[in-house]
């Protein structure tokens, strides 16, 4: 029963998992092509527009970063790498319960075969002189069967969670190269400028007065 409810499961979130890590999900073309379009320096008032009304990773991640145009370089690449993690853990979602399938569906399917071979022998040592060895026969094929579909359930969960975290891997490497590229070409030519805003000026030195001689009264 329960290698049944964690096959279930293990669908579940493999289906899930497919239509959420689709790369037009992901990384949208529209919003690719746009970042690439932008040329350094030039006003990104289009791909905000854009990202505005979207709700994939890659639109949330630029949002932040063209919020935050106006903090220094350090800050905004901060700000979203923060978000950006927090993206990573939304791709990630349901890999767990995967990683947990992987680990008990096999030991599920051992409990099932070592309880059902407590019960063949069991019946054995009753009537050991009227056992058919068919029916002994045929009580272990089914108790080997727990542990076959135990793994019948662990490798192909198994082949999903290694494909879908390669593929938030490379997602999310394609992400951080085009956000990269992005901030690269709105902070173009303003390392100058605010170098040239925050000179501060020097201080005019105001000289000062001579003091005054005392004149010591005359006796």
């Given at each position: 029963?329960?290698?049944v409810?964690?096959?279930?499961?293990?669908?579940?979130v493999i289906?899930?998992?497919?239509l959420?890590?689709?790369?037009k999900?992901?990384l949208?073309?529209?919003?690719?092509?746009?970042?690439?379009?932008?040329?350094?320096g030039a006003?990104?008032?289009?791909?905000?527009?854009?990202v505005?009304?979207d709700a994939s990773?890659?639109?949330?991640?630029?949002?932040?970063?063209?919020?935050?145009?106006?903090?220094?370089?350090?800050?905004n690449?901060?700000?979203?790498?923060?978000?950006?993690?927090?993206?990573?853990?939304r791709?990630?979602?349901g890999?767990?319960?995967?990683?947990?399938?992987?680990?008990?569906a096999p030991l599920?399917g051992?409990?099932?075969?070592?309880?059902g071979?407590?019960h063949?022998?069991?019946?054995l040592?009753?009537?050991?002189?009227?056992?058919?060895?068919?029916?002994?026969?045929?009580?272990?094929?089914?108790?080997l069967n727990?542990?076959?579909f135990?793994l019948g359930?662990?490798?192909?969960?198994l082949?999903a969670?290694?494909?879908?975290?390669?593929?938030v891997?490379?997602l999310?490497v394609?992400?951080?190269s085009?956000?990269?590229?992005?901030?690269?070409k709105?902070?173009h030519?303003?390392l100058a400028?605010?170098?040239?805003?925050t000179?501060v000026?020097a201080?005019?030195?105001?000289p000062?007065e001579p003091a005054?001689?005392?004149?010591a009264?005359?006796?």
């Amino acid at each position: 029963m329960l290698d049944v409810f964690c096959s279930i499961v293990s669908l579940t979130v493999i289906i899930l998992r497919t239509l959420a890590l689709r790369e037009k999900n992901v990384l949208p073309l529209t919003i690719e092509s746009e970042m690439e379009r932008l040329a350094p320096g030039a006003n990104p008032e289009r791909l905000f527009r854009i990202v505005q009304h979207d709700a994939s990773s890659l639109a949330r991640i630029v949002r932040v970063a063209l919020a935050h145009l106006r903090w220094p370089r350090s800050e905004n690449v901060e700000t979203v790498q923060t978000r950006a993690r927090h993206e990573m853990v939304r791709l990630e979602k349901g890999l767990v319960v995967l990683e947990v399938i992987i680990g008990i569906a096999p030991l599920i399917g051992l409990i099932g075969t070592v309880s059902g071979l407590v019960h063949v022998f069991a019946s054995l040592g009753v009537s050991a002189s009227s056992a058919d060895p068919k029916l002994i026969a045929r009580g272990i094929s089914e108790a080997l069967n727990c542990t076959v579909f135990g793994l019948g359930i662990a490798v192909p969960s198994l082949v999903a969670f290694v494909y879908f975290s390669k593929k938030v891997e490379v997602l999310s490497v394609e992400m951080e190269s085009l956000v990269t590229d992005l901030l690269s070409k709105c902070y173009h030519g303003r390392l100058a400028g605010g170098r040239a805003k925050t000179q501060v000026p020097a201080q005019t030195v105001t000289p000062a007065e001579p003091a005054t001689p005392e004149i010591a009264p005359m006796a």
